[in-house]
């Protein structure tokens, strides 16, 4: 069972274009949402994170759009470019607030291309 | 991330062989945790470890098992490989209290022959 349901598999976008992944969840416990971005070769590497009492997060070019009633949360990419051709990843975390209790559940990751 | 440490970087070993794969931090982070990565599949959680003696099974945890030697220290061992064992296996660290980022090592790929 995804728990973390994330698409497309695979998204080709122009330089200069919009891309945009979405992701939705199923449990209403998950209270951090973070994006990774994956270069071939590498570990992922954190990229940008909300919380759910913010509805966008926005970091230079990379925004995230949150809907929780909708359980639904998306990454925008605007003005693209060929270095952001990577694997995108979305993810939602269970964390306890006084112990150390924090487990991490991923989707299943978007290929970006970036085309010139 | 070179603060983590996997090791080794590939291995292909043979069905049924014993193979241990190795993760060692200089973050001085409490949590590690094990990820296998395949086509289509994502990350998927393998184990996770609060610290020295807590030790938790992941989603996928069938088939593996794991020994944190020491805060800096967290171990996969596959008892006896099998081809669908094949994957790449990500090794990860966050500080230890509310929400944190994952730190990721660069993964060892394995291949079970």
């Known amino acids: 069972q995804q728990q973390v349901k994330q698409s497309p598999q695979s998204l080709i976008v122009q330089k200069g274009g919009i891309s945009i992944i979405n992701c939705a969840y199923e449990n209403t416990a998950f209270d951090y949402f973070p994006w990774y971005q994956q270069f071939p070769g590498k570990g992922p590497a954190l990229l940008i994170a909300?919380?759910?009492?913010?509805s966008e997060k926005k970091e230079g070019r990379f925004t995230i759009s949150f809907n929780k009633s909708a359980k639904q949360f998306s990454l925008h990419i605007m003005d693209s470019q060929p270095g952001d051709s990577a694997t995108y990843f979305c993810?939602?975390?269970?964390?306890?607030?006084?112990?150390?209790?924090?487990?991490?559940?991923f989707g299943t990751g978007t290929k970006l291309q970036v085309i010139p | 991330d070179a603060d983590v440490t996997q090791t080794p970087r590939n291995r292909i070993t043979k069905t049924g062989k014993r193979i241990m794969l190795e993760c060692s931090q200089t973050?001085?982070?409490?949590?590690m945790y094990w990820y296998r990565q395949d086509p289509g599949l994502g990350l998927r959680l393998i184990y996770y470890?609060?610290?020295?003696?807590?030790?938790n099974k992941g989603e996928i945890s069938d088939g593996y098992s794991v020994s944190r030697q020491a805060q800096a220290k967290f171990s996969l061992s596959l008892e006896s490989a099998i081809p669908n064992q094949t994957a790449l296996y990500f090794c990860a660290t966050a500080t230890g209290s509310g929400n944190s980022p994952l730190h990721f090592g660069n993964g060892t790929r394995l291949t079970v022959t």
């Open positions: 973050k001085g982070h409490d949590r």
């Open positions: 909300i919380r759910p009492d913010v």
């Open positions: 993810a939602a975390s269970i964390s306890s607030r006084s112990g150390g209790y924090q487990k991490v559940t």
């Open positions: 470890s609060f610290d020295v003696k807590d030790i």
